[in-house]
């Protein structure tokens, strides 16, 4: 294990630089960059699935100032806006239900009103889902796609790969994530894992867990804590772009 983690220190340190993220290497924390803001940051983490080419063409679509706007005005600009599994009214129910928040309070703290309790970053993120949904009150499945379940397990269960980035851009401070919040320690955090993540990590001796699922983010955030027990997910965009750019 001792090659694989002078493996990935170095692509830590090769990463983490403003060069990284780019128009030739596109991630979808490049928009979230632009505005730097919780709200417009969590839009481009659940938004995050599929061709990054069409996600960062979507995200660039969108108009962020509309999350300080009427409920009509939302309505209105985004009734022809979709993508992939959202329509429009999907689209819409997200940008209300976060402007709404914003008049109230912030998503940093609802998510620290859950993950305070036992320091469970699963509590946060189901914080957020059920207030979300509390404050503008929408179903279809591509809209509980995008928010995803409250969920209370981690076997069987979906990896919530995009609120589990939302969480590092969020905590993490460094030349790729955004470091917004404080309160939250980067050690609880929970890999986000994809199938670059995924696979990487499988051939890498990292992850035995066959299963896609969160109960794999758990067990490879803990081997990760090996390496660097109070920062686990600096190794994250690493494995993702050597997964993403095939280098093994």
Known sequence: MSDIKRLLDAEVLKRDCDGEI????????????RHNDEAVSLVCALFAY????????????????LLHSSDNEIKRALKKHYYRFQKSEDVIALFIALKRLKEQTSLEDVFKSGYSRENSVIDGINELIKTLNSLYPHSSKGYDFLLSRVTMKTKGTGALKRW???LRWMVRDDNIDMGLWSGVDTKDLIIPLDTHTFNVSRRLGLLTRKRYDLEAAVELTCKLKEFDAEDPLKYDFALYRIGQEKLF
């Open 50 to 65: 599929g061709n990054v080419k069409q996600i960062v063409k979507f995200l660039d679509s969108l108009d962020f100032s």
């Open 164 to 166: 589990m980035m939302y």
């Open 22 to 33: 780019c128009l030739e290497r596109l991630d979808p924390i490049i928009v979230a960059h």
